[in-house]
């Protein structure tokens, strides 16, 4: 139901739902672990910090509803995407607020950090990446889609981000440099979610359909398309 959360054991090829509670009041966008915590963001504007179903803590982020939840590399900072148009940075274990950060001019839809923790990239209703400085807070401002950035990811060892937008194409940004080496097409509807493992990048799309991509730089190409939803 709206807002609940389901904890499930995998059996092979088969789930069980092995815990089941009410978390948030409207619509779960993003979860993250961090150890054996689980944390989530909920459209009502509240991140928490679960211990199986009890609520150790929670950080209110209203008005805003949250939509991206990303740690640092450390698990020390917790980045917050909000609609509000912010990134928020929770120092988690001091329990307080490090940043509230504005470069957007749309909700912020989604964040990732960069496996060196020096950096962050955010996606926005604006169409815009925002890559942020965590030292300072310093955005630059990185201009590709036409529509709503759906999702963000840093692949490799943070060489490249690859960004997804309601547009249908995902983008291949070249880190160091901030510009567009690639975009790759194929989904017939806005590109909803990314994945990576190794040198694979996964696509999912409101076409139904999971794209799979071998990822090379610029040389990056479609492998074949997932498909079994309907």
């Known amino acids: 139901h709206l807002g609940g959360l389901t904890l499930w054991r995998f059996h092979g090829q088969t789930m069980e739902p092995i815990l089941h509670w009410k978390a948030h009041e409207k619509t779960i966008h993003s979860l993250v672990w961090r150890g054996d915590t689980l944390i989530s963001g909920g459209a009502d504007g509240f991140v928490g910090f679960w211990e199986g179903s009890a609520l150790a803590s929670c950080v209110d982020c209203r008005p805003g509803g949250v939509n991206g939840l990303a740690l640092t590399p450390d698990h020390q900072t917790l980045l917050i995407a909000s609609d509000d148009q912010t990134l928020r940075l929770w120092d988690i274990e001091a ?25 962050a990239i955010t996606g926005s209703a604006d169409a815009n990446l925002v890559l942020w400085r965590l030292a300072d807070g310093e955005a630059t401002v990185w201009n590709g889609h036409v529509d709503s950035v759906t999702q963000v990811r840093f692949v490799g060892s943070g060489e490249w981000v690859v960004s997804a937008s309601r547009d249908g194409v995902i983008k291949l940004w070249e880190f160091a440099s901030g510009k567009i080496v690639k975009t790759l097409r194929g989904h017939e509807a806005q590109v909803n979610g990314l994945a990576h493992k190794d040198d694979r990048l996964f696509s999912c799309s409101a076409d139904y359909r999971v794209g799979v991509w071998s990822m090379d730089g610029p040389k990056t190409r479609h492998l074949g398309w997932l498909q079994g939803h309907r």
Do not use: D, N
Not at 105 to 117: D, E, L, Q
């Open 95 to 119: 329990a307080t607020l490090r940043g509230r950060w504005m470069g957007h001019r749309g909700w912020v839809t989604c964040v990732a950090t960069h496996p060196s923790g020096e950096y």
